[in-house]
């Protein structure tokens, strides 16, 4: 592979002229957790890549042709948004879905680049942006920069760009619970009523499904099998016949007749799959939809939410939908947030409150959701064939829970109304199972919605409610009212007996809602009551209760919401830039008593907040042409209050070490946090900029709880050196060499502007013999890249004509990577090449490049002002105060190529990634801030596939002078069990090997390098096999990856042996070409499973051999070095007990027995060629490995 083509990192803002970062990926900032988190990217659908720290984005690498795009980063209510300034224009313009640069929401959903290759999305016409007239288009990653342009042309016909986000399913006593039994009673069981199940599918060979399901059709890109089992649970709580239970098990509705649509497959599905779904019920005629599934938390404005409200107005149909199971506040997912869904929370057998269950309100706009609750938890239902093992109950049922399981029982009930009033359309079956829901005590609107199901009152009761009292957000001190209407469909007239019984979240009984005390409701007839919030007589806050009208047995119940939130005042925010120049300004404000943030993108030079009164604060930055300024300043808004931020009061900020030969490199930045709880749950905001504080300034001054600036940065010795001679001479202030240079260390030469490379323009400059030419864009404020061919084709014509070099804002290699003609630097500072023709008015112009092959020290810094952003600030750093890590990286390709290594340093709250630039064989010294954690990732090689072969540095926390060593890549390559990696899941270690239950899982790494402080990642290009025995008996296989998989293994303790062999393909071996196989084999006693991981006690061999910077060692000659042998980490320690070394040099034909002591080993000298290694370790309890290297190291 050549070297790395220009790559911008780039943070908050990062504008033409102004925070350019090419080269080397630099970083940004990631307000985040401990680095041993695992690190990513996520491809954007503009083809800009993020690196991402868990699901934090940690620095942006801009795509190739697109170094000049400024780009946003910031950090809103616990989700990263990076958007680059093109896509934020068209996400302010409503025509794409910012859910496309959630970098945060991308990673949980599985979009990263490790787990897909595209970026789905889904995209809607201006007419009508809900489900009708939809497509679903995959974009294939390696082709999104391509693509955006067309994307942009879609925007431009009125199209909306959404992405294709994930959908999840949300996971006897219960149908008896909600009353179906006494409608049975009444021959109401809805007899030929349609309800669509869309779902995993279902077993249609199941006994209690068998005959059930009259249509099925599958749209996901899987088999039409239920493999997960979810959908067979669900569509049986519907309409399950119980015949495999003697009836115990017959669900809500046993006479509907049930639609199977598959839209999920076996990790969730896509949101197109789901809307086609949909759309496919109600055009074959579902009277009730059943969705046990949901994405992310919306106010009810997303695809997904308005394609149900579309369908249910246009169809009558009801959709009833899980709330999901995030067990919090405001946590209730779409589809659930529609309108028009009836959405479905979770109660136990014993009518409490699941604690997983999703409440209320909906996010943004505080609107009713659940509307209603159900039975989720420990329901037993069908179990789909070799599904739900660890849940089943028998052969065919299982036992499960979540808002997946309360849904269906909803679903059925709705099904029983529509065969009792066929007549009766979705919005009628939502309001008479909402009115005739039994209110629980103990549990608020939010959580249970008007009370759980009660399908026996359902279909007795003669009246029912139509109309929810959510009266959502409550502006301003007047009064707002609402109705509710009392449909009366007996031949009598009734009256009712109204009460109100009311809370103040938080805050006991409350006299917020008022209504009259009675409604009487003719026969056959309407009646509607008007409920009013006295907002007038009370404080901000939120409210809820139900209103109940009763007469006799008839109870109705409907939910009653508030949220009060005071006078609506204005907060308007004025930026107005430094110089005067073209800008644009981030602003965010947040809450200093809740935390909670909101954050706008200006071009206008303001922009204003609607906000409740208290105190604030702005935290943003603006940028113009010359400068850039972040800013934190405290606020109190009563009223129109109005803040202008003066960005000339601003004072720079900027940051230094004691080596003067170090310059600042574009990795990590600079940035603003604010976490309003210091100490308890973070709810952040953080406004970032990339790279080092060249003409950064920054304003505040005022002291704030949890706010702080901080600085991670990257200093090393530049590859390249532009300096301009002469008077009024200077220093550019960041030229970079994506190419390999045919320069010597300092070349001095005369410089000719050339324009943008055309023949035109070469021709105009004149005469370039000899000269460094100067490629530049025509309009510096918005630079249009020329044609690449034009770039190239100029380069080639310069050479023609004599030119020594080229120095350029463009990079001439943005589309393939081929390196120019020419030795070519980039730099993308406007400033530095402006002040160049400017000097070129008045007098000839010298510029001078000094270049060096390798840099051989490397700073990882960090540093932080905590409680106030201070009024301008210089970061100091000095060497003495520093870590040092002295690293030895070898080489792994047959001649020294350049590469990158992403670094990643956290402090302080932040993650900051940089790309360290190197070519190797290297011998580096790194210096570090004591107390901040490092990692590197390195890779061994490069194929279309992209980097295999990979290597983690484990992180590292150094104190003041203190001192280490570590090498990479150093021979020999085999097996590796090293510190676990953290389950995002549960938070704890998930080791190499471990027994979880009955089953044992496996992912070891089989060639890895030789340090125990490197972790090697998976690579799925390699092949083998994975046996496993127990007691001398096989219980599982694998054929096509080594030492990868999971096994059932029979209960209780026992001896395994665990075998894998390993090869890697021809193209991935290294130069030398070491380590084409490797086998283990480990012997372990394993004790009984249980419900946590528990790490079994394999035993690794390590070597550490005196090879040299390409793995090879001296012929003729013995080689001592050592040996050692560790159980995996978290497992049983015992006492290693024998250790033994044999060496082949005929490829493992032959082997003869080295000479080991202790930890030393001594191998008997080879003549030529390779030298292959197998070990075998024992421990005191008779744990053993056998470990065979072919090919271990080079002999020369």
Not at 56 to 85: I, S, T
Not at 233 to 245: C, E, K, L, M, N
Not at 605 to 620: D, I, V
């Amino acid at each position: 592979m050549g070297r790395k083509q220009c790559a911008v990192l780039t943070a908050a803002l990062t504008a033409a002229g102004l925070v350019v970062s090419p080269v080397a990926g630099a970083a940004e900032l990631e307000p985040g957790n401990a680095a041993a988190e695992s690190r990513g990217v996520v491809t954007l659908i503009t083809g800009d890549q993020v690196r991402v720290a868990g699901d934090r984005a940690a620095g942006v690498r801009m795509a190739k042709g697109r170094e000049h795009v400024r780009v946003w980063q910031y950090q809103l209510n616990g989700h990263d948004y990076v958007v680059p300034d093109d896509a934020m224009r068209r996400v302010s313009a409503n025509t794409l879905d910012k859910r496309l640069f959630d970098v945060t929401g991308l990673v949980r959903q599985g979009y990263d680049d490790a787990r897909a290759s595209v970026v789905p999305t889904i995209v809607t016409s201006g007419a009508n942006r809900r489900g009708s007239g939809i497509q679903a288009v995959d974009v294939p990653k390696a082709e999104a920069a391509r693509a955006w342009q067309s994307q942009n042309r879609a925007a431009a016909a009125g199209q909306k760009v959404w992405l294709n986000g994930k959908v999840q399913p949300t996971l006897d006593q219960s149908v008896k619970q909600v009353g179906a039994p006494q409608a049975w009673e009444r021959g109401l069981r809805a007899d030929g009523v349609k309800v669509a199940v869309l779902d995993t599918g279902a077993d249609l060979n199941h006994p209690d499904l068998k005959s059930k399901v009259d249509v099925t059709k599958n749209f996901t890109d899987e088999d039409d099998r239920d493999r997960s089992g979810h959908g067979t649970h669900v569509a049986s709580t519907i309409a399950g016949t119980g015949a495999a239970s003697n009836g115990k098990y017959t669900g809500v509705a046993p006479g509907a007749r049930l639609m199977v649509g598959k839209v999920l497959g076996d990790y969730g599905g896509m949101e197109s799959w789901i809307i086609d779904g949909m759309r496919w019920a109600v055009d074959n005629g579902a009277k009730v939809v059943n969705m046990s599934l949901g994405g992310g938390v919306t106010d009810g404005t997303d695809l997904l939410s308005q394609t149900v409200n579309e369908l249910s107005e246009s169809s009558g149909a009801l959709f009833v939908i899980a709330a999901g199971n995030n067990g919090a506040p405001e946590s209730v997912g779409s589809p659930g947030t529609a309108d028009r869904a009836l959405t479905v929370a979770n109660v136990t057998k014993s009518d409490q409150l699941s604690v997983s269950s999703s409440q209320g309100p909906r996010a943004g706009d505080h609107g009713l959701k659940p509307e209603i609750s159900a039975p989720g938890t420990d329901i037993v239902a069908a179990r789909a064939q070799g599904t739900l093992t660890a849940f089943s109950v028998n052969e065919h049922y299982a036992k499960i829970s979540g808002t997946s399981m309360a849904t269906p029982h909803v679903a059925g009930a709705a099904a029983i109304l529509a065969g009792q009033h066929p007549q009766w359309t979705g919005e009628q079956l939502k309001n008479a199972l909402i009115g005739s829901a039994k209110r629980l005590p103990g549990i608020d609107t939010y959580a249970q919605g008007s009370g759980r199901l009660d399908i026996a009152r359902g279909v007795s009761q003669q009246v029912r409610a139509e109309g929810l009292l959510a009266f959502g957000n409550v502006w301003g001190k007047q009064d707002a009212t609402r109705k509710v209407t009392y449909v009366n469909d007996g031949p009598k007239p009734i009256e009712l007996t109204l009460t109100i019984d009311a809370q103040k979240k938080h805050g006991g009984p409350a006299n917020l809602f008022t209504t009259g005390k009675t409604v009487t409701v003719p026969a056959n007839a309407t009646a509607s009551v008007t409920v009013n919030a006295k907002a007038t007589e009370q404080p901000a806050g939120e409210f809820h209760g139900v209103l109940r009208a009763q007469a006799g047995d008839v109870v109705l119940t409907t939910p009653l919401t508030a949220n009060l939130k005071g006078a609506k005042n204005t907060l308007t925010v004025k930026v107005p830039p430094r110089d005067g120049d073209p800008f644009a300004a981030l602003v965010i404000v947040q809450n200093e008593e809740t935390g909670v943030s909101d954050g706008l993108v200006t071009y206008t030079g303001e922009t204003t907040f609607e906000l409740p009164a208290g105190k604030y604060r702005a935290l943003g930055q603006i940028v113009d042409m010359s400068a850039s300024t972040l800013f934190a300043l405290p606020v109190s808004v009563s009223g129109a209050t109005e803040l202008s931020v003066d960005t000339k009061q601003g004072k720079k900020v900027t940051a230094n070490i004691d080596d003067p030969d170090a310059r600042p490199q574009l990795g990590g930045g600079t940035g603003v946090l604010s976490d309003v709880d210091e100490t308890g749950p973070r709810l952040g905001a953080a406004v970032l900029s990339g790279g080092p504080p060249q003409n950064l300034y920054a304003l505040g001054g005022q002291r704030m709880r949890g706010l702080s600036l901080n600085s991670s940065l990257y200093f090393t010795y530049p590859w390249a050196i532009t300096t301009v001679n002469g008077a009024g001479g200077y220093e550019f202030r960041d030229t970079y060499a994506p190419f390999d240079l045919d320069l010597p260390a300092q070349l001095t030469a005369r410089v000719v502007d050339v324009g943008e490379a055309d023949a035109e323009s070469i021709a105009k400059a004149g005469d370039v013999s000899g000269a460094i030419a100067l490629i530049t864009p025509k309009d510096f404020s918005a630079p249009v890249y020329p044609p690449i061919s034009q770039l190239r084709d100029g380069i080639e014509l310069l050479k023609s004509k004599g030119a020594r070099a080229v120095v350029s804002f463009f990079n001439p290699a943005a589309d393939d990577g081929a390196p120019p003609a020419l030795s070519t630097v980039l730099a993308f500072w406007p400033q530095d090449l402006q002040g160049v023709q400017n000097l070129l008015k008045q007098r000839p112009v010298e510029l001078t490049l000094t270049t060096r092959p390798n840099s051989p020290v490397a700073y990882f810094l960090s540093d932080s002002v905590r409680g106030v952003v201070p009024t301008g600030h210089d970061f100091r750093y000095r060497k003495d105060t520093l870590g040092r890590v002295d690293r030895q990286i070898n080489n792994t390709l047959p001649k020294g190529v350049y590469r990158y290594q992403p670094a990643s340093l956290t402090a302080n709250g932040l993650i900051a990634n940089m790309d360290v630039e190197t070519k190797w064989p290297q011998r580096r010294t790194d210096y570090v801030t004591a107390g901040a954690e490092l990692l590197l990732l390195s890779s061994a090689g490069f194929d279309e596939n992209g980097g295999f072969g990979n290597e983690v540095t484990l992180p590292v926390k150094l104190k003041p002078g203190e001192r280490r060593t570590s090498k990479l890549f150093t021979a020999p390559f085999g097996p590796e069990l090293t510190q676990p990696p953290v389950s995002r899941q549960d938070g704890k270690p998930v080791p190499s090997a471990y027994r979880l239950g009955d089953k044992v899982t496996v992912a070891i790494p089989m060639f890895a390098d030789s340090d125990p402080g490197n972790a090697a990642q998976f690579d799925e290009t390699n092949t083998g096999s994975t046996v496993l025995v127990k007691d001398g008996k096989e219980i599982g296989r694998r054929g096509d990856r080594p030492a990868l998989g999971e096994f059932a293994v029979p209960a209780g303790p026992g001896r395994f042996k665990l075998i894998a062999d390993a090869n890697r393909p021809q193209s991935e071996l290294l130069a030398p070409p070491l380590s084409p196989r490797t086998r283990a084999e480990w012997t372990f006693q394993a004790p009984a499973g249980n419900d946590q991981r528990l790490a079994l006690p394999l035993l690794d061999i390590r070597f550490d051999l005196p090879l040299d910077d390409n793995n090879t060692a001296a012929a003729g000659k013995p080689l001592s070095g050592k040996v050692n042998a560790t159980h995996q980490p978290g497992a049983r320690q015992s006492w290693v007990v024998d250790t033994s070394v044999e060496v082949s040099f005929d490829d493992g034909k032959t082997w003869q027995r080295a000479r080991v002591h202790g930890d030393r080993v001594e191998l008997p000298a080879g003549q030529g060629g390779f030298a292959s290694l197998r070990a075998t370790a024992r421990d005191v309890e008779g744990n053993s490995v056998t470990e065979t290297v072919i090919r271990a190291y080079a002999i020369k």
